[in-house]
């Protein structure tokens, strides 16, 4: 990555970060202003139900007298009104500590009895706001208590325009965050790609390099080192294909190609045209069974292939498998054996888990086995099937490449075929959610053990 493109990321970086910093930053402020308003409301809220609760309780026990003695004896902190409304009377006492004179407050005597809230304006011409309580008492009557809470609706009123202010003043601090943010992470940026640049070179592969570099930095080097190599891996396995599939098909495309000119030079005998239009089709059937098997292989990697699973004895699957093979099996000297035992069952695509024994047995017969056995078991829950022959073997260096594409061993080369037998065979087992392992010693013996899963009890 080149710094000019280093740079343009990371200030489209700065860029989202200050809009994600301002937005916040602009969140804040309501909340802000909600919260200053809810804890002041608080306050007179509290000092409200505080002076309901004292005079409920010396009605209680007093009555109105004792209301009305009570009321002028205890000290106000704000002015407060009560009111009393029973069926044969209306009480409505006042302690006014505003210091303003009389007129100043609202006529209460007109006031509904069941208004209750917090900073009520009891008259839209008036800038008086005032927090009232009231209950209904069992006995019939209303008691209703207010203070005066204009003093700190204008309190709260001063800390909005100042925090207005304030928050205008400071917006333009909310990009600073994402600022530093910016300056890191093209720091953090330009280091990590001169890092994969070396590592891309060659010249900086060993882990050793890395440890100057921070731990999350570190992580997505190794990913991007590790990434870098699948391409290389994928790019040569690419070239190999090619290479092998040209070599493959070039054969029979040349036969079909002689096949036809020479049909075409006996144009006298319809015999001959005859035998060369069936060899055609012959070579035709074997390249599409090649590039049928490819498309398999890549349907199955690709995690897309549809599975019609069904509960199967996998006996009879194989049996089936054997059957279709018995001939080519004789002719090579090869006998096919499926030992006997209680069904086993698992959950299959029949047609394409057939296509798994098919290569498998025709593998063993292609390459030198005089004995192929196939033992089926149940172990737990899950059904075992064992593919053993007495053929060529596979050495330890060509255990873990048999399953890789395209891959053909070194003694496999003089007979035909792509190499993409196993490779279909183990997609295919993953795709059904199984396993597959192999275990063989070079010119003794092969053993591929598949395991599937069983369908569940009914």
Known sequence: ???????????????????????????????????????????????????????LSIYRQQGSPGLQKQFAAIPHRKTTFLRLQSKRSHLLLLSDIHGGPPTELPDFRPLDTTLSGIWVQLDQQSPEYWTI??????????????????????????????????????????????????????????????????????????????????????????????????????VQQLQETMDNVAHDLRTPLAR??????????????????????????????RILSMLNTMLNVAEAEAKSMVLDLQPRNLREVIEQVVELYTIVAE????????????????????????????????????????KVEITLRQENSRAVVTVYDNGMGISETEKDQIWNRLFRGDRSRSQPGLGLGLTLVRAIIHAHAGSITVDSKLNTATTFTVKLPQPPPT
């Not at 402020?29 to 200053?36: G, I, M, S």
């Not at 592969?205 to 731990?215: A, C, D, E, I, V």
């Not at 190609?257 to 059937?285: F, H, N, V």
Request: glycine share 4%; proline share 4%.
């Open 133 to 234: 309580r009231q209950s209904s008492l069992p006995n019939g009557d209303i008691l209703q208590v207010g203070i005066r809470s204009t003093d700190g609706v204008l309190f709260y009123n001063r800390l909005k325009k100042n925090l207005l202010f304030t928050w205008l003043f400071l917006a333009p601090i909310a990009a600073l965050p994402a600022w530093f943010m910016f300056r890191h992470n093209q720091k953090a940026l330009t280091r990590l790609a001169r890092k994969i640049e070396r590592t891309a070179q060659g010249a900086d592969k060993t882990p050793s390099g890395w440890m100057q570099l921070p731990p999350g930095e570190q992580g997505l080097l190794q990913a991007v080192s590790h990434l870098t190599e699948r391409h290389q891996a994928l």
């Open 331 to 370: 002719e090579k000297n090869c006998s096919l054996i499926v030992h006997d035992s209680e069904p086993v069952m698992a959950l299959v695509d029949p047609n394409r888990i057939g296509q798994v024994w098919a290569n498998l047995i025709y593998n063993a017969i292609k390459y030198g086995a005089t």
């Open 256 to 285: 079909l190609r002689t096949i036809a000119e020479y049909g075409l030079q006996e144009q006298g005998d319809p015999k001959q045209l005859r035998e060369r239009l069936t060899d055609c089709l012959e070579e035709s059937d």
């Open 1 to 55: 990555m080149s710094s000019k493109r280093i740079r343009r990321s990371s200030a489209a970086v700065f860029l989202q970060s200050a809009a994600i910093c301002l937005f916040f930053f602009v969140l804040l402020l309501p909340a802000a202003l909600l919260t200053l308003r809810l804890t002041i409301q608080q306050v007179d809220k509290n000092l409200c139900e505080t002076t309901f609760s004292s005079f």
